[in-house]
Each structure stands twice: as C-alpha cells, then as structure tokens.
C-alpha cells in the first residue's frame, strides 16, 4: 500500500463542518484511503483540467492531482452542495482550471493557503476538522522564499551594521508570519541548529499544537526552545532572575515615587502598567535615540516628560535591592552561554513591535559575544507588525540597525470585504501620526484570496441595549445548539468570540460567548467574531486606539459584526461605516448569520463547558447522547475520575428512560464508525441496563485499538461494580487487563477469567470440587 500525501484548502472545512456524524466521518474514511493511495470510486470531472472526484455513498470529495503522490482537496460534502460552482461541460472548448473554481487570480494559486492530513486516527479527525487542521499548515510558495534565506549559508545573509546576520519581515495581518516562525524553527532544528522561538504568551500554547512542534517536544531537546521572553530570561540564569524585581514590584515604587516627588502629576492620574511600559520604553531605556518621531513617544510626550521627572535611583532604592527589568535583562544575557550542541543558533521573536528596544538590542550583544568569544553562527530573525502595536513601547525597526526588511505579500487570513474595513481604521492610525515616522504598508484587499461578505453594522441606541444584544446572542446559541445533539464537538466549538473593550463582569458569563480584550486575540484568529462597543471613548481616536481596532478588525476570517452604540458612530462618523450591512436592534438578523459560522474554533476545551453541554444535553433529550461524547472528553484531557463521575451520572440519567428505549439507542450507536467512540458509549448503555458482562464483551475489540482506553474502561466499570458492593463481580472483571483475584476470594483460581453468571460459575466450582473429592477419596 502507497503512502501519498493530502492537504486540503481552508474553505473546504466551513462544509466539512455542516455535515451530520455520519456524512463526516464519510469524508475521513475517503481522505484516509487518498492518504494510502487508494482513490476509492472516483473519475475525472469532464470539462476541467485536472479535477478530480471519489464519492463514498451521498459524500463527494473533489481533488486535484498535484504529482504522483499528492492530492489537493478543493471541496467535501453532499453531492448536493458540493458541485456548487463546478458545471460539467463534457464540449467546453477550454478546460477550466483550478483558479476558475476557487474564483481566484490564476497567480494566487500557488500560494492559496492548505493544511496537511495526517492520516490521524479516527478520533483525531474531529479536534483536526474543528480547528486542529490549523496546526499542520503548508508553506506557500511566497513563505518559502522567506524560508530560503534562512536555510542558505548563514553568510548570504549579510548585515550592515553588526556582526550577526539578521532577517526581519515587517508584514501586515494575516500575511502568516506566525506560521513561518514555527515551520522555520522546526527545519532549521532538523538542520541541527539552536532554536529560539520567542512568543507571546497568549500564542504559546497554540504554538505549542503545530504538529512538528509537538514531535520536537516529545524528543525533549536541549537545544530547541518554545516559550515567552521571560520564561527564556529565567531558564538562562535562573539564580539572576531571582534577583531581579517583578512586575508588580517595580510598579510599587514607581507609584511611590511618583506620588512623593511628581507634584505635577494629576490626582486624577493613574499610575499604572501602561505608565511602567512608557517609564521603561522612553525614560530608562539605555539604547538613546531620537525619539521625538516616534509615534507614541509624541502621543504620550506630555505624560513621558511628567514620568521624566521620577528620581530614578530613589525608585530604585525601593526595590530591596533588586535589579530593576532593563538591568536584569542586560544582566542575564551578559552571563548567558551558548548552546553546546550545534554552532549554529537562532533567535526568532514574533511580534517583535510589541517588545523594548532594551530587550531585543541586549539579544543582539549577546549574539554577537557568541559569535566572537566561540565561533558561533548567530541570526536573528525578526517578524512583526508595526500598524498592530498593542503595547506603547519605543520598538522602530531602524534602531536596530539590522538588516533592510522583507515583507510577505498575501493575506492568507481574511477576506477581502473584512480587510478593506479594517484598512479604513487603519487611516486613523496614520492621521495621528501625521509629520512622524512614516507607517508600515498595509495589505492590499486584493492580496486576499477570498471576496467574502460586507461586514455588519448593528446600532444601539445605548450601552444597556447593547448588553441586551448580547443576552439575546447567548439565547440564540443555545437554541442552535440544543438542535446539534449528536455532534457535542459542534455545539462547543460554536461559541461566538466577542472582543471588547468594557463589558460589566456579570455579563461575561453568558453561555455561548467567550470574551477577549485586544491584548488576548492578538496573534489568533476566528473564524468569526463580534466586535463590542469598542469605539468607546471621547475626542478624535487615539494612535494607539487605532491600532487597537486595525488589531481587532483583521481578527476573523470570514464575517465580522460591530455591536455600537449611536454616540460610538458618530465619534467616528458614519462615512466610515457605508459600505457595512447595516441595521439597529429591531433587526438581529445578524446574530443569527453571526452564529450561522461560530464554528471551526480551535478546540481548546475545557472539561466543566463539555460536561455542562453534556448534562443540559441528557436533560432535554435522555437518551440523544452525542455520537462524539467521547472524542470530545478526550479532547478535554478529561482525567479517569472525573470521567468516572461524568459516566456514572450520565447512567443514572440513562436508568430513568424505559429500557426498550435504551436498546433502540444501542442500535443506533453502531451508526458511530469511530470504535473508539463507539465502543465507550455502547458500553454506557449497557451499564445503564445492567448488562456489565455484555458491555465487557462489546469492550474487547478496543484492546487491540488502544489498549490503554481499554485497559481504563474495564476498570471503570470493575470500580462502579465494586460501589455496587459486587466486589466479586468486580475482581472478575479486573482479571481483564490482568489483575489476579485477592487470595481470600473462594473458588478464585476456578473461575479467574471466566464470564458468565457468576452464581452458576461458583455452584459449577462448588459441584467440581464435591466430585473431585469424591474421586480422591475412593
């Protein structure tokens, strides 16, 4: 059997995701096959140039052929839906092409973005459907090129100014520099160099799921790390981090001193992280230069210039004698080794904008001493964005006097309706920086490679009505979801993302809505999401305001709602609006197009939101457990004794419905193709009728499977039998997986690994014993 190689185009998943249970696991067991090479029944779609199509009952797959052993998936569903803009045409004079159907520039083609099939196993194709695919992305040809500089000599990459070689990528949103930082960490780290990967926390877990990544983990490398700046700060020389002040320490004294020296400073003015990351960027920053063009250095000018005035060695006497963030840094780096593994090491930091000059120019010392001191081939590799600064620190690229920049052409990530939207905020950004340092470029609408639909404008009349919206958008999730029963991972991965700017706190726990400031969904991306009341505020929009909403707006992938209140518009003014869908709260319309597509979330599941799911699913329908419970809980790292109690729960709801019922429910779990679903749920049903030997039997098959899901199941039901108070039950049961029956236990060797009743199995040892004594004594 062959081994070939599938990915598959981003839009192919938004169908994949409709499908019921049945058809969706269709469209794994033919994207399995593709992978060994067998194309099931397929044949060539007539009037297209190299199109493809395998059909497995109602389900169509439509590919191309990229070589010999690889496939493209283009499309995946119901034959009704999925022949959608493909019209065969067995006389059409020209063959269309694969730009034709995707309705893109025949230039894009290579570069449209896809995601590699594994060929997990089957429980697997749920969390890769539901966003998983997102961790297993192909390169395009564009980043490629990227990547090339980087796996060419070290020498070909010259630097103007210092002794390291240097790439840095100024791109805009969506053009994938995330997904180049973590594919490039993994080759070079096969190409036996020292990694670096810097991240910001709200990305490291994400980062941490890439399919390479996770097989570079489980090696346990020394010379390949993943983590924020400070967890690399504290791994480096960790007995100097202890003795540098923390966050909070170092905002005491600055609030101190401030409130005992600065006498100019307002009441009114609040000292605070903001207020540190100023303090820290333009007044005790070590790498001195011109900072009056600086965009937030000019913003900020009046407050820099009151901080100026903090006496810096009585902040620094509060300190206890600890070193204050920039020292500590300077510090570390000074004393850091190099790697003893390879001679070759490199430092990737993503979002670079968004750190100190202090901090990636200490990196820059320390690389070249490397270089120096040992030899040691040392890059640098800079990726970020200057138009989505979060955070007001003196980053410029020109400071670092690096090499020239590079820029990633492609917006891979949004559609052209949401990109065009969101370069409209962009402009605020530019007018507050008039007469500073000219600003980055941003994508061009039509580097995107999807058109989309005009994002929404919903208008409230106030800010209570506006929270109204959001309680009617939490009612609307759970009616949809109440209609999902037999797809758990469906309901849960439907939760509507809003990021906002101020939501009162009983209102953050409304079912159905997670909740993200800008700080937390910079770096991710939704397939949709709801951007709450966050134009609020007064006067003409800030610099950092408008690289708030540019952050926020190139967020989703494919639709974008704005919940705002009346006086929010006119702050900003209508004009900005007009080419949105608009409509007030009379129409909620787009709530329900909002839900339509809150699909598609990466999977971070978290075990209370599945077993509530699952208990409010039990209660309205007792018997319509959801075919992928399993997969879910899996999902969910849920632990033996929490499943133990989710299952045990779950029976005695099950024990309440007429058992004729419950059997017609087994029959239709064999409906479910994934047997390690199937198997669990089966013997759930079992359980709650009372058939534990039955369900013993229906959990063989798993042992060759996974024997370790196995293995857990038998004793999950031994340890409910053994609640039961049926402790010989029990040890029977245990006997399984190999667990010898206590001495003490009567007739233990006659009947280990016996099934049956028990009660005529000790009768049938008793009457053998009778009899073999008889014989012994004559």
Same mark, same amino acid.
């Given at each position: 059997?062959?081994?070939?190689?599938?990915?598959?185009?981003?839009?192919?998943? $938004?169908?994949?995701?409709?499908?019921?249970?049945?058809?969706?696991?269709?469209?794994?067991?033919?994207?399995?096959?593709?992978?060994?090479?067998?194309?099931?029944?397929?044949?060539?779609?007539? #009037?297209?140039?190299?199109?493809?199509?395998?059909?497995?009952?109602?389900?169509?797959?439509?590919?191309?052929?990229?070589? !010999?052993?690889?496939?493209?998936?283009?499309?995946?569903?119901?034959?009704?839906?999925?022949?959608?803009?493909?019209? %065969?045409?067995?006389?059409?004079?020209?063959?269309?092409?694969?730009?034709?159907?995707?309705?893109?520039?025949?230039?894009?083609?290579?570069?449209?973005?896809?995601?590699?099939?594994?060929?997990?196993?089957?429980?697997?194709?749920?969390?890769?459907?539901?966003?998983?695919?997102?961790?297993?992305?192909?390169?395009?040809?564009?980043?490629?090129?990227?990547?090339?500089?980087?796996?060419?000599?070290?020498?070909?990459? !010259?630097?103007?100014?210092?002794?390291?070689?240097?790439?840095?990528?100024?791109?805009?949103?969506?053009?994938?520099?995330?997904?180049?930082?973590?594919?490039?960490?993994? %080759?070079?780290?096969?190409?036996?160099?020292?990694?670096?990967?810097?991240?910001?926390?709200?990305?490291?877990?994400?980062?941490?799921?890439?399919?390479?990544?996770?097989?570079?983990?489980?090696?346990?490398?020394?010379?390949?790390?993943?983590?924020?700046?400070?967890?690399?700060?504290?791994?480096?020389?960790?007995?100097?981090?202890? =003795?540098?002040?923390?966050?909070?320490?170092?905002?005491?004294?600055?609030?101190?001193?401030?409130?005992?020296?600065?006498?100019?400073?307002?009441?009114? *003015?609040?000292?605070?992280?903001?207020?540190?990351?100023?303090?820290?960027?333009?007044?005790?920053?070590?790498? =001195?230069?011109?900072?009056?063009?600086?965009?937030?250095?000019?913003?900020?000018?009046?407050?820099?210039?009151?901080?100026?005035?903090?006496?810096?060695?009585?902040?620094?006497?509060?300190?206890? #004698?600890?070193?204050?963030?920039?020292?500590?840094?300077?510090?570390?780096?000074?004393? /850091?080794?190099?790697?003893?593994?390879?001679?070759?090491?490199?430092?990737?930091?993503?979002? @670079?904008?968004?750190?100190?000059?202090?901090?990636?120019?200490?990196?820059?010392?320390?690389?070249?001493?490397? *270089?120096?001191?040992?030899?040691?081939?040392?890059?640098?590799?800079?990726?970020?964005?200057?138009?989505? $600064?979060?955070?007001?620190?003196?980053?410029?690229?020109?400071?670092?006097?690096?090499?020239?920049?590079?820029?990633?052409?492609?917006?891979?990530?949004?559609?052209?309706?949401?990109?065009?939207?969101?370069?409209?905020?962009?402009?605020?950004?530019?007018?507050?920086?008039?007469?500073?340092?000219?600003?980055?470029?941003?994508?061009?609408?039509?580097?995107?490679?999807?058109? #989309?639909?005009?994002?929404?404008?919903?208008?409230?009349?106030?800010?209570?009505?506006?929270?109204?919206?959001?309680?009617?958008?939490?009612?609307?999730?759970?009616?949809?979801?109440?209609?999902?029963?037999?797809?758990?991972?469906?309901?849960? !991965?439907?939760?509507?993302?809003?990021?906002?700017?101020?939501?009162?706190?009983?209102?953050?726990?409304?079912?159905?809505?997670?909740?993200?400031?800008?700080?937390?969904?910079?770096?991710?991306?939704? +397939?949709?999401?709801?951007?709450?009341?966050?134009?609020?505020?007064?006067?003409?929009?800030?610099?950092?305001?408008?690289?708030?909403?540019?952050?926020?707006?190139? $967020?989703?992938?494919?639709?974008?709602?704005?919940?705002?209140?009346?006086?929010?518009?006119?702050?900003?003014?209508?004009?900005?609006?007009?080419?949105?869908?608009?409509?007030?709260?009379?129409?909620?319309? @787009?709530?329900?197009?909002?839900?339509?597509? @809150?699909?598609?979330?990466?999977?971070?599941?978290?075990?209370?939101?599945?077993?509530?799911?699952?208990?409010?699913?039990?209660?309205?329908?007792?018997?319509?457990?959801?075919?992928?419970?399993?997969? /879910?809980?899996?999902? @969910?790292?849920? +632990?033996?004794?929490?499943?133990? &109690?989710?299952?045990?729960?779950?029976?005695?709801?099950?024990?309440?419905?007429?058992?004729?019922?419950?059997? &017609?429910?087994?029959?239709?779990?064999?409906?479910?193709?994934?047997?390690?679903?199937?198997?669990?749920?089966?013997?759930?049903?079992?359980?709650?009728?009372?058939?534990?030997?039955?369900?013993?039997?229906?959990?063989?098959?798993?042992? +060759?499977?996974?024997?370790?899901?196995?293995?857990?199941?038998?004793?999950?039901? /031994?340890? &409910?039998?053994?609640?039961?108070?049926?402790?010989?039950?029990?040890?029977?049961?245990?006997?399984?997986?190999?667990?010898?029956?206590?001495?003490?236990?009567?007739?233990?060797?006659?009947?280990?690994?016996?099934?049956?009743?028990?009660?005529?199995?000790?009768?049938?040892?008793?009457?053998?014993?009778?009899?073999?004594?008889?014989?012994?004594?004559?």
């Amino acid at each position: 059997m062959g081994n070939c190689t599938v990915i598959i185009v981003r839009a192919a998943f $938004r169908e994949i995701q409709k499908l019921s249970y049945v058809y969706f696991q269709d469209v794994a067991e033919i994207l399995t096959q593709m992978s060994e090479c067998n194309l099931g029944e397929y044949r060539k779609l007539e #009037g297209y140039e190299n199109l493809w199509r395998t059909k497995r009952k109602d389900v169509r797959v439509i590919w191309e052929r990229l070589n !010999s052993n690889v496939f493209l998936i283009i499309k995946a569903g119901l034959r009704k839906n999925v022949y959608k803009n493909i019209i %065969e045409n067995r006389d059409r004079n020209q063959p269309l092409t694969l730009a034709d159907v995707l309705e893109i520039d025949e230039r894009k083609v290579e570069d449209i973005p896809t995601y590699k099939w594994h060929n997990y196993q089957s429980d697997s194709w749920y969390e890769f459907v539901y966003g998983g695919y997102l961790y297993s992305p192909v390169l395009t040809n564009e980043q490629k090129r990227i990547f090339a500089e980087l796996q060419t000599s070290s020498s070909k990459i !010259s630097s103007n100014f210092t002794n390291i070689n240097s790439l840095l990528i100024q791109s805009a949103p969506g053009t994938g520099k995330t997904v180049c930082a973590a594919l490039i960490a993994c %080759e070079l780290y096969r190409d036996n160099w020292n990694i670096v990967l810097i991240l910001p926390a709200n990305l490291c877990d994400d980062i941490r799921k890439f399919t390479e990544i996770k097989k570079i983990i489980a090696e346990e490398p020394k010379n390949f790390f993943i983590g924020t700046f400070t967890e690399w700060l504290s791994q480096s020389a960790p007995d100097i981090y202890q =003795k540098i002040a923390t966050t909070s320490e170092e905002l005491s004294a600055l609030q101190a001193e401030a409130r005992r020296r600065v006498h100019d400073i307002p009441r009114s *003015q609040y000292i605070g992280y903001r207020e540190l990351i100023l303090y820290r960027s333009f007044v005790i920053n070590r790498h =001195k230069s011109n900072q009056s063009k600086h965009p937030i250095y000019y913003e900020n000018e009046s407050l820099i210039n009151q901080l100026k005035t903090i006496n810096e060695n009585n902040r620094i006497s509060q300190l206890a #004698g600890k070193r204050n963030w920039i020292e500590g840094v300077y510090l570390i780096t000074e004393n /850091a080794h190099n790697f003893p593994n390879a001679n070759r090491t490199i430092f990737i930091f993503d979002e @670079a904008q968004d750190y100190l000059i202090d901090e990636l120019w200490a990196i820059i010392k320390m690389l070249e001493r490397w *270089q120096t001191e040992y030899y040691h081939t040392s890059v640098l590799c800079l990726l970020g964005d200057m138009n989505q $600064r979060i955070q007001p620190v003196n980053f410029d690229w020109g400071q670092l006097q690096l090499n020239k920049r590079k820029c990633l052409q492609y917006n891979y990530r949004n559609t052209k309706f949401i990109l065009k939207f969101a370069n409209t905020f962009h402009r605020f950004a530019q007018k507050a920086n008039s007469g500073r340092k000219r600003l980055p470029e941003i994508s061009n609408p039509e580097n995107t490679f999807e058109v #989309g639909e005009p994002v929404r404008l919903l208008e409230c009349n106030s800010q209570a009505e506006a929270l109204e919206i959001l309680e009617i958008l939490s009612k609307k999730f759970l009616y949809i979801s109440s209609l999902e029963q037999r797809s758990l991972l469906r309901r849960v !991965s439907s939760r509507v993302k809003i990021i906002y700017k101020n939501v009162p706190e009983n209102y953050k726990n409304l079912p159905g809505l997670d909740y993200l400031n800008v700080q937390q969904a910079k770096g991710r991306e939704f +397939d949709v999401c709801v951007a709450f009341c966050v134009f609020n505020g007064q006067g003409l929009p800030t610099f950092e305001e408008a690289n708030n909403w540019y952050t926020i707006f190139t $967020r989703p992938r494919y639709r974008l709602l704005i919940i705002a209140i009346t006086d929010e518009i006119e702050r900003i003014g209508r004009l900005h609006f007009q080419e949105c869908q608009c409509s007030t709260s009379q129409n909620l319309e @787009a709530l329900d197009w909002i839900i339509e597509w @809150a699909n598609g979330e990466n999977l971070f599941l978290d075990i209370d939101v599945v077993c509530d799911f699952i208990y409010e699913g039990l209660k309205s329908h007792p018997l319509q457990i959801s075919w992928d419970t399993y997969a /879910a809980l899996r999902l @969910a790292r849920v +632990d033996l004794k929490k499943l133990a &109690e989710i299952e045990n729960n779950a029976i005695r709801i099950i024990q309440s419905q007429p058992n004729h019922l419950i059997h &017609e429910e087994l029959l239709k779990a064999d409906n479910i193709l994934s047997l390690v679903d199937k198997i669990p749920l089966k013997c759930l049903l079992l359980r709650a009728l009372g058939n534990y030997w039955q369900a013993i039997k229906e959990a063989a098959p798993l042992k +060759d499977i996974d024997f370790q899901e196995y293995q857990n199941l038998i004793l999950r039901i /031994a340890d &409910e039998l053994e609640n039961k108070g049926m402790l010989y039950e029990a040890a029977r049961v245990r006997t399984k997986i190999g667990i010898e029956m206590p001495e003490h236990f009567p007739f233990r060797q006659e009947i280990s690994n016996q099934d049956g009743s028990l009660v005529s199995l000790l009768c049938q040892a008793a009457i053998d014993k009778l009899y073999y004594k008889e014989i012994n004594h004559g």
